[in-house]
């Protein structure tokens, strides 16, 4: 995971940056626009790398629950990376999320079906629905598709069991919510295990996560600040 060091993938997401989300309004702006003007109030706001403390966001959380757009949080535990990203682009029931650096996590029901420019991405993941998660049957399966080689798509499917706790309690940027929290143990073919949580409030709203991605990637946790609250 190269492009992940600290050093060279830090972002910092600074009091100015709120100009910048304002800016990002409207869905359907062009791509590059919304690259353009989140990358110019970024400069200037990225912290160094060295032996200093891992880059990541410096609002706080009252500015980003003020922000007027959507905010995701991602963190990724193996390398310290922590970033804002910002709705890209919405394609029926596939949100991507997009970092200053161009970095892209599309989300289907709060999990993770697709990432972009990090490196041994996923290309697409086909995954139950949040009702499932929330209160379906204990048994699921996933299918992981990632690109191995020139057009070579591996899938990777997992047979997964869901374990329900309600009435758990958790903070995201100063929030309190009451969610359901469903563990997922997943097994594949091949005797890999992963394990993925979800925290599930009561407007069906994946609000925190903690994901398995690729075998290079690892685990991605996420936090939505404000979809559903609008």
């Known amino acids: 995971m190269t492009r992940m060091a600290p050093a060279a993938r830090a972002l910092a997401l600074g009091i100015g940056l709120l100009a910048a989300l304002g800016a990002c309004s409207n869905r359907n ?9 989140f990358r110019g109030l970024a400069v200037g706001l990225v912290r160094g790398g060295g032996d200093g403390p891992p880059p990541g966001i410096t609002l706080s959380d ?13 963190r990724i535990p193996e390398s310290g990376f922590e970033a804002g990203m910002l ?36 290309s697409s993941a086909e995954v139950p629905s949040v009702a499932q998660l929330a209160g379906g049957p204990a048994q699921v399966v996933r299918d992981h598709y990632r690109l191995e080689g020139p057009q070579v798509i591996r899938r990777t499917r997992y047979f997964c069991t869901l374990d329900r706790t309600s009435g758990q309690a958790i903070t995201v940027t100063s929030r309190r919510f009451v969610t359901i929290r469903v563990d997922e143990s997943c097994r594949t073919e091949a005797g890999e295990t992963t394990r993925n949580t979800y925290w599930i409030d009561g407007r069906g709203v994946v609000r925190q996560s903690r994901q398995f991605v690729t075998p290079t990637l690892g685990y991605f946790e996420l936090q939505a600040v404000h979809t559903g609250l609008r």
Request: no cysteine.
């Open 29 to 37: 702006a062009n791509s590059d626009t919304i690259l353009r003007d």
């Open 62 to 74: 009252a500015e980003l629950n003020a922000a007027p757009n959507d905010i995701l949080i991602l």
């Open 87 to 122: 709705q890209q682009v919405v394609n029926r029931d596939v949100t991507t999320w997009i970092t200053a650096d161009g970095d892209a996590v599309s989300l289907k029901d709060g999990q993770i079906v697709g990432t972009a420019g990090f490196g041994f991405d996923l």
